[in-house]
């Protein structure tokens, strides 16, 4: 069945390094969104990646999709301790969304 | 943007009772809503598709007697689990899908605790 799967699965950076996590998935996506989710908290829509090759920045993050729109990767620049939290990719493949597994990011401050 | 209300924001029943969870769509209309189920440090996991005036549509392995969905209206869908059980309890969040960003639209989730 569909699968997405991110690596690494925890990841602990001291404040001020770069973090980057990795999205992939077992068949080609129409396209990836990106989700932040604070400890006990609920997701949130970070953004929307659908050409191939594509490449997005909100600030410090990075966000790409691989050429075969089968992989992405989130990368953070100079992390703070506000970009604490567990970040999800979620591939669509043209009937739903499919969650990675997530990475969970402790900043250390 | 689009906001998504979810309540209760955590409950705890008894093993046996049914439990109801609101999802409301408060400034726009959501045709379609998702469930989701999250368990402790694990990704989220779709449980349902639920139209509005129709049958939800359920994911495999999700049992559907036990987990009801009802979308009555443009803006409210309602998930009941029945007779609930321990192994039931989880994080339970709602989505709708945000037509300006093309983001999922989450609720605030559900803590069920079921004792």
């Known amino acids: 069945g569909q699968q997405v799967m991110q690596i690494p699965q925890y990841q602990h950076v001291q404040e001020g390094e770069d973090f980057t996590t990795y999205c992939n998935s077992s068949t080609t996506l129409s396209n990836i969104q990106w989700y932040k989710q604070r400890p006990g908290g609920h997701p949130v829509f970070l953004i929307q990646l659908v050409k191939s090759g594509e490449v997005k920045k909100q600030k410090r993050l990075t966000f790409q999709f691989g050429e075969a729109k089968k992989n992405s990767s989130l990368h953070i620049t100079a992390t703070q301790t506000t970009d604490v939290g567990t970040y999800f990719c979620?591939?669509?493949?043209?009937?739903?969304?499919?969650f990675g597994t997530g990475t969970s990011l402790t900043v250390i401050p | 943007g689009a906001v998504v209300s979810q309540h209760p924001s955590w409950v705890i029943c008894k093993s046996g009772t049914s439990v109801k969870i609101e999802c409301r769509s408060l400034d726009f209309q959501a045709t379609t809503m998702f469930w989701y189920r999250q368990f402790p440090k694990q990704s989220l996991m779709l449980m349902a598709t639920s139209n509005e005036g129709s049958k939800a549509t359920y994911e495999q392995g999700v049992e559907k007697d036990k987990f009801l969905i009802n979308h009555a209206s443009l803006t409210l869908s309602t998930l009941t689990v029945t007779s609930a059980h321990p192994e039931d309890s989880s994080f339970y969040i709602c989505?709708?899908?945000?037509?300006?960003?093309?983001?999922?639209?989450f609720g605030s989730g559900t803590r069920l605790t079921v004792v």
């Open positions: 989505s709708a899908r945000d037509l300006e960003s093309y983001g999922y639209t």
């Open positions: 979620a591939g669509y493949t043209g009937n739903q969304f499919y």
